[in-house]
């Protein structure tokens, strides 16, 4: 039988179960990525950068967003803090991007 | 000195009941003093698959809040000596299992036991990780899928940052890989992920394959843990699997395909 069906069946470019490894691969890599990326330092980042703020302007806990990017070869950090609104222009965005050299 | 076994996979469905009522009952079978716990509040399905469910009067809520104790809650298995099972809580929600209530639970049950294995429900809420976070060793089920293989991987990356272990920054929790549902026919033949797939994606150590197989189904069917058919594939490959985790290096079975007589390719289906 599988001799038959390697002479007379035309080979599909590739096995379903070799798609399926290649497709887990790059899915598992990315959300290893993210989970070694994020749990480490950005919650306690988060808690100074707000100490900080709040040094100056009262803003709360659910005010200040961190998110960190993967781009390539270099990682953006994107900060948002939504300040209180007696100020005209209520929100302002802060972006720091730094390479860290490798692709 | 107890050890906590949790049986986890993330994704529901792939074998993590049947795996936990074949590993106890295989680790009780060899003499250990093994209970098998439920973890799945609101569903609780182990009692039926071990075929005690018309024996369950207290659960593992009920000891939680004090309103039982343990020797009242424990269903003790009438075919292995050494067995005993802590049935989940079919009623309350699973806001019940609180993290001070589980270690206290389990701290009793370490001064009788020998090995105490935590059936975890699917998903990643309260149940799955009350489950594994005080285990020692884990059973990750997995199944030749992506969605299962994918699932089990966030479940490592959950025993790895969120155990008990990696909180207070002990060695890590032992991993064990349990890969079920297997058919190395379709393996070869390229339309099912083979172990050695599965192994290189997730990078754990493999402790066994249950091949697929209709014992299974006819097992849980009539409540008996399907290590104890040991005439079947899937049982002799969850006594493998057990004597493995005991330490004995055994060859894995049941990841080949069978070769076939002449008369049986001639006559017999594919």
């Given at each position: 039988?599988?001799?038959?069906?390697?002479?007379?069946?035309?080979?599909?470019?590739?096995?379903?179960?070799?798609?399926?490894?290649?497709?887990?691969?790059?899915?598992?890599?990315?959300?290893?990525?993210?989970?070694?990326?994020?749990?480490?330092?950005?919650?306690?980042?988060?808690?100074?950068?707000?100490?900080?703020?709040?040094?100056?302007?009262?803003?709360?806990?659910?005010?200040?967003?961190?998110?960190?990017?993967?781009?390539?070869?270099?990682?953006?950090?994107?900060?948002?803090?939504?300040?209180?609104?007696?100020?005209?222009?209520?929100?302002?965005?802060?972006?720091?991007?730094?390479?860290?050299?490798?692709? | 000195?107890?050890?906590?076994?949790?049986?986890?996979?993330?994704?529901?469905?792939?074998?993590?009941?049947?795996?936990?009522a074949s590993f106890a009952t295989g680790l009780a079978q060899r003499g250990y003093r093994t209970v098998v716990i439920d973890f799945d509040v609101g569903l609780r399905n182990l009692d039926l698959i071990m075929g005690c469910e018309r024996r369950v009067v207290y659960d593992f809520i009920n000891i939680i809040n004090g309103e039982a104790n343990l020797n009242q809650a424990l269903i003790r298995d009438k075919r292995v000596e050494n067995l005993?099972?802590?049935?989940?809580?079919?009623?309350?929600?699973?806001?019940?299992?609180?993290?001070?209530?589980?270690?206290?639970?389990?701290?009793?049950?370490?001064?009788?036991?020998?090995?105490?294995?935590?059936?975890?429900?699917?998903?990643?809420?309260?149940?799955?990780?009350?489950?594994?976070?005080?285990?020692?060793?884990?059973?990750?089920?997995?199944?030749?899928?992506?969605?299962?293989?994918?699932?089990?991987?966030?479940?490592?990356?959950?025993?790895?940052?969120?155990?008990?272990?990696?909180?207070?920054?002990?060695?890590?929790?032992?991993?064990?890989?349990?890969?079920?549902?297997?058919?190395?026919?379709?393996?070869?033949?390229?339309?099912?992920?083979?172990?050695?797939?599965?192994?290189?994606?997730?990078?754990?150590?493999?402790?066994?394959?249950?091949?697929?197989?209709?014992?299974?189904?006819?097992?849980?069917?009539?409540?008996?843990?399907?290590?104890?058919?040991?005439?079947?594939?899937?049982?002799?490959?969850?006594?493998?699997?057990?004597?493995?985790?005991?330490?004995?290096?055994?060859?894995?079975?049941?990841?080949?395909?069978?070769?076939?007589?002449?008369?049986?390719?001639?006559?017999?289906?594919?």
């Amino acid at each position: 039988m599988g001799l038959f069906d390697n002479i007379f069946r035309p080979s599909p470019n590739k096995s379903s179960a070799a798609l399926a490894k290649e497709r887990l691969q790059i899915i598992v890599a990315h959300e290893r990525g993210n989970r070694r990326g994020s749990p480490d330092y950005l919650p306690a980042l988060k808690k100074e950068l707000l100490e900080v703020v709040r040094k100056y302007v009262p803003v709360d806990q659910s005010q200040i967003k961190v998110h960190l990017d993967r781009e390539g070869g270099y990682e953006v950090l994107e900060l948002n803090i939504t300040l209180p609104d007696e100020e005209p222009q209520s929100r302002r965005g802060l972006e720091i991007s730094r390479g860290n050299g490798q692709g | 000195m107890a050890t906590v076994i949790v049986v986890t996979s993330g994704k529901g469905g792939v074998g993590k009941t049947t795996t936990s009522a074949s590993f106890a009952t295989g680790l009780a079978q060899r003499g250990y003093r093994t209970v098998v716990i439920d973890f799945d509040v609101g569903l609780r399905n182990l009692d039926l698959i071990m075929g005690c469910e018309r024996r369950v009067v207290y659960d593992f809520i009920n000891i939680i809040n004090g309103e039982a104790n343990l020797n009242q809650a424990l269903i003790r298995d009438k075919r292995v000596e050494n067995l005993h099972i802590l049935p989940a809580s079919q009623t309350r929600d699973k806001e019940a299992l609180t993290k001070e209530g589980v270690e206290r639970v389990l701290n009793e049950l370490r001064q009788n036991f020998e090995y105490i294995v935590c059936d975890s429900p699917a998903g990643i809420e309260r149940g799955a990780l009350m489950a594994l976070y005080f285990a020692d060793e884990a059973l990750v089920v997995t199944n030749p899928e992506v969605s299962s293989v994918r699932d089990s991987d966030r479940i490592l990356g959950i025993l790895a940052s969120r155990s008990r272990r990696a909180e207070q920054g002990e060695a890590p929790v032992k991993e064990h890989l349990v890969l079920a549902r297997y058919a190395p026919e379709r393996a070869d033949r390229g339309d099912m992920l083979s172990v050695e797939d599965v192994l290189e994606i997730l990078g754990i150590p493999l402790l066994g394959v249950i091949p697929e197989s209709p014992t299974v189904l006819q097992s849980s069917n009539a409540g008996v843990p399907v290590v104890l058919e040991d005439g079947s594939d899937a049982g002799a490959a969850y006594g493998d699997l057990v004597d493995r985790f005991l330490g004995k290096n055994l060859p894995h079975r049941f990841i080949t395909t069978q070769k076939k007589g002449f008369l049986k390719r001639l006559f017999g289906g594919g």
